[in-house]
């Protein structure tokens, strides 16, 4: 399930996970995954026809692939060329791509499969020792940086045409010396033509120390592309103080004996105190490093214990007949942690608790949702501070739990802050998140102009941002659509969002909440420009998309299923609209909350449904509540008062209730007078609606003074 998150075109797609149970009663796992047509990168490299550009252009684009899979929490472990097909285009400017195979997150939470030492699982192991890292040689821990290092092997195998150690034919001890204590053959010695840059980036990909590697495979890819386009690269050769660290490693009985001569030396000018205190530092620096070997392997164990137990803690009692659900394990999460089970490592405590947060915000479970992010938060600001990208990150992810509860200024305040403290840092990459975050949730308080500004600001500063950029421009080409959608240019709006859509598909996967999010808004600007056919095969597609990834119980269920019955409303179908917006209705009360203006747009929704069927005492009853939710959570002059003012007024006007409607009308017009403007295409629907009205009722010059306001050719 986890890996059927990962949507990228250069990862094979997991569609679907489950449990098939047989007539005899048996049950078995299955999954279904994508069929790749392609050739493993292994074989076909040994064609020849691809030069060193057209190779790196390979390693960028499974670089992006591999970063893509990290931020989605998942380290691959296992990057070789066997799990790389490639696959051929008839598109003569790309002919071909990579895709990358065999994610395999279990062994991420195995044990059994990180060996301490080279003998563990011998046999295992001798088809995947060319390609580990020195941390997993040495069973220390393992992170994104294990792929940058197997990137950096597939780099160098792939320019090279061989490996960067001699491990042919080797017993795997002795491989796994090599892997340790040898140098990578360099790239220059094989091809001159690789000496300076292609050199330095794979060499830095493929330093033993982790910290000396980059940091991301985004980093990686970043210096790759640099490295194509001309540019200065990041990476620099090492330090000739380095090297020479290096050389003693490597030849510790040489330099032992020419630091052993140094020793006596110094010893008969300066006496023996220095050489005592060398030997006390380097003794302290040993045993540093040891515990802090053991305190990762420590740590290791504490994360797979703690899964391993979330799971079984879920369902006790279980014999094994019975499914434990998602939040039935995330739920015993959480209970262990309140009973202290990492409380001596706060570092992966709060990890989890950001997992769970984000996790409960997905469900709906928004309470539990804030207290996890809150508690992760606290414990983020103690360890690495508030400039710390981590806590950046977590603050955002925050300030969407508090949009989706409707607390539009606290989350506005920590988006604020939050983008403020990384312009500081100079992290372009976060900016342009908290830039698109924060126009998103503007669109719920209906600053259109503003969410329009900073979604150009974030699109113009994405162009310079070193990561593939589909995703942070699909969301702000699709919220500034919306923002077109509200100014009343619908024509600006249907092109922006066709231009977002494939891209957000090609960053996620045709099941995603954002590709989800994205349909439902093109299906509104079809239904507006009154395109009904095409507007509800759009919701259709998208309320099956969303059951598919949420089931029941979600908040986008219920918008989805609001969506196709008002155009089913509009198409005239009253009966099949009804139905589905009790259903939305319902699901809203549950999961939102009574108080939430998710809840009200359902409660106003089903109220158009019931004043076009007839039953205006109904459709009074879920304005009324419709109009006291939004005032309480927007406040009294936010547009979608405005909106739920107007629908009542037209229903006082259908029951004849003239002088209701007439002070209804004026209250909703003022309102989007003064947040929309006399142009907007709602404010002149209301002001025609109104004149109308005052017309009828003889109130000739008040009527002239909003006819005014709409122009000659009203």
């Not at 195979?101 to 301490?116: E, N, Q, W, Y």
């Not at 589905?580 to 009200?600: C, Q, Y």
């Not at 404010?683 to 609606?689: A, K, P, Q």
Request: charged share 25%.
């Amino acid at each position: 399930h986890v890996l059927a998150q990962l949507h990228h075109p250069g990862i094979e797609q997991v569609f679907e996970v489950g449990v098939h149970t047989d007539d005899d009663g048996e049950r078995r796992p299955y999954f279904v995954m994508e069929y790749v047509r392609g050739e493993p990168l292994d074989s076909f490299a040994k064609r020849g026809t691809l030069d060193a550009r057209a190779k790196f252009e390979l390693v960028a684009e499974l670089c992006d692939a591999v970063h893509h899979a990290h931020t989605r929490g998942v380290v691959h472990r296992d990057l070789k060329p066997a799990n790389i097909l490639v696959v051929e285009s008839a598109d003569t400017s790309k002919p071909v791509a990579c895709k990358i195979l065999d994610f395999g997150v279990a062994r991420a939470l195995d044990p059994a499969l990180l060996p301490a030492t080279p003998h563990t699982e011998t046999g295992q192991l001798v088809g995947t020792v060319p390609f580990m890292s020195p941390e997993q040689v040495r069973g220390t821990r393992v992170d994104a940086r294990t792929d940058v290092y197997a990137l950096g092997l597939v780099a160098h195998w792939l320019l090279a045409g061989a490996m960067p150690y001699d491990v042919a034919n080797r017993s795997v001890m002795e491989a796994a010396r090599a892997i340790l204590d040898d140098d990578p053959v360099a790239l220059s010695t094989v091809d001159a033509t690789l000496r300076g840059d292609a050199e330095t980036i794979v060499s830095k990909a493929l330093e033993k120390e982790p910290e000396r590697r980059y940091a991301t495979a985004a980093d990686l890819c970043a210096d790759i592309r640099r490295y194509l386009a001309d540019r200065p690269i990041v990476a620099r050769a090492p330090s000739t103080w380095y090297q020479l660290r290096k050389f003693a490693r490597r030849n510790r009985a040489l330099v032992a004996a020419g630091a052993a001569l140094f020793v006596v030396l110094a010893a008969a000018a300066a006496g023996g105190s220095w050489l005592a205190l060398r030997a006390t530092r380097a003794e302290t620096l040993a045993r540093a490093r040891l515990a802090e070997s053991e305190r990762e392997a420590r740590r290791l164990e504490e994360v797979v214990g703690f899964l391993q137990s979330m799971i079984t803690s879920a369902d006790p009692q279980s014999d094994g007949s019975r499914d434990v659900t998602v939040i039935e394990a995330i739920d015993a999460a959480q209970r262990r942690l309140s009973d202290g089970a990492l409380r001596d490592e706060p570092e992966i405590e709060s990890q989890i608790r950001w997992t769970l947060g984000n996790a409960y915000r997905s469900l709906g479970r928004l309470d539990e949702a804030e207290a996890q992010l809150r508690a992760a938060r606290a414990t983020h600001l103690a360890i690495y501070g508030a400039d710390d990208h981590r806590s950046i990150r977590l603050d955002y992810d925050l300030a969407w739990v508090l949009t989706d509860r409707g607390a539009f200024a606290p989350a506005d305040s920590i988006y604020c802050d939050a983008i403020a403290r990384a312009q500081a840092g100079g992290d372009d990459l976060l900016v342009v998140e908290g830039l698109t975050n924060r126009s998103s949730m503007l669109l719920y308080t209906g600053d259109y102009a503003h969410v329009d500004s900073l979604s150009r600001v974030a699109l113009e500063r994405s162009q310079t941002l070193e990561v593939n950029q589909d995703e942070i421009i699909a969301a702000n080409l699709n919220n500034l659509g919306l923002a077109r959608y509200h100014a009343g240019d619908n024509a600006a709006a249907d092109s922006l969002l066709r231009e977002s859509l494939p891209r957000m598909r090609a960053a996620h996967g045709p099941d995603h909440p954002m590709v989800i999010r994205t349909l439902s808004n093109l299906g509104a600007i079809l239904k507006k420009m009154g395109d009904l056919a095409g507007a509800e095969e759009i919701f259709r597609a998208a309320l099956a998309s969303s059951r598919k990834l949420y089931g029941t119980e979600h908040a986008a269920v219920s918008k989805c299923t609001s969506d196709l019955a008002m155009v089913l409303l509009n198409a005239g179908d009253v009966g099949a609209a009804g139905e589905l917006m009790r259903e939305a209705l319902d699901i809203d009360r549950r999961v939102a909350g009574p108080d939430h203006p998710k809840t009200a747009r359902s409660e106003n929704n089903l109220g158009r449904v019931l004043q076009t069927s007839g039953d205006y005492a109904g459709a009074s009853a879920h304005y009324e509540e419709s109009l006291a939710i939004y005032r309480r959570a927007l406040g009294d002059d936010h547009p979608h008062v405005a909106a739920v003012l107007v629908n009542l007024a037209g229903l006082r006007e259908a029951e004849g209730r003239w002088e209701e409607a007439e002070s209804l009308y004026l209250a909703g017009a003022d309102i989007q007078l003064e947040r929309l403007g006399e142009r907007h295409p709602t404010t002149v629907e209301t002001l025609s609606r109104l004149v109308r009205l005052l017309e009828s009722r003889g109130r000739v010059d008040l009527a002239a003074r909003y006819r005014a306001m709409l122009g000659p050719s009203h």
